[in-house]
Nanobody, 115 residues
Framework: QVQLVESGGGLVQAGGSLRLSCTASGSISGIRAMAWYRQDPEKEREFVAG???????KYADSVKGRFTISRNKAWTTVSLQMNSLKPEDTSVYYC?????????WGQGTQVTVSS
């Protein structure tokens, strides 16, 4: 069973930066996209950023210009560089890998931005 292991969360002051990484514990075939989501308590999980096979990226309006998603060539790691962080970015961040057969989710990593 392939697992996604996330790292890089933590506490940062407003205006600061964090880099999240998510690595698959094994090979996943048929990957279509890799993405990051975030979820606050009692709220639905929301899309943050995604990257597809051709390298095209998509971002939520709230993070455009501040966050950058990237992946390695082997499609085993997806990262999220977060700059100019705001208190409203505080959330639990989850990575997701979408393959032709199923979705894989990470366990979540807490990001807290203090004002």
């Amino acid at each position: 069973q392939v697992q996604l292991v996330e790292s890089g969360g933590g506490l940062v002051q407003a205006g600061g930066s964090l880099r999240l990484s998510c690595t698959a514990s094994g090979s996943i075939s048929g990957i279509r996209a890799m993405a990051w989501y975030r979820q606050d308590p009692e709220k639905e999980r929301e899309f943050v950023a995604g990257i597809v096979g051709g390298g095209d990226t998509k971002y939520a309006d709230s993070v455009k210009g501040r966050f950058t998603i990237s992946r390695n060539k082997a499609w085993t790691t997806v990262s999220l560089q977060m700059n100019s962080l705001k208190p409203e970015d505080t959330s639990v961040y989850y990575c997701k890998i979408n393959s032709a057969w199923r979705d894989y989710w990470g366990q979540g990593t807490q990001v807290t931005v203090s004002s």
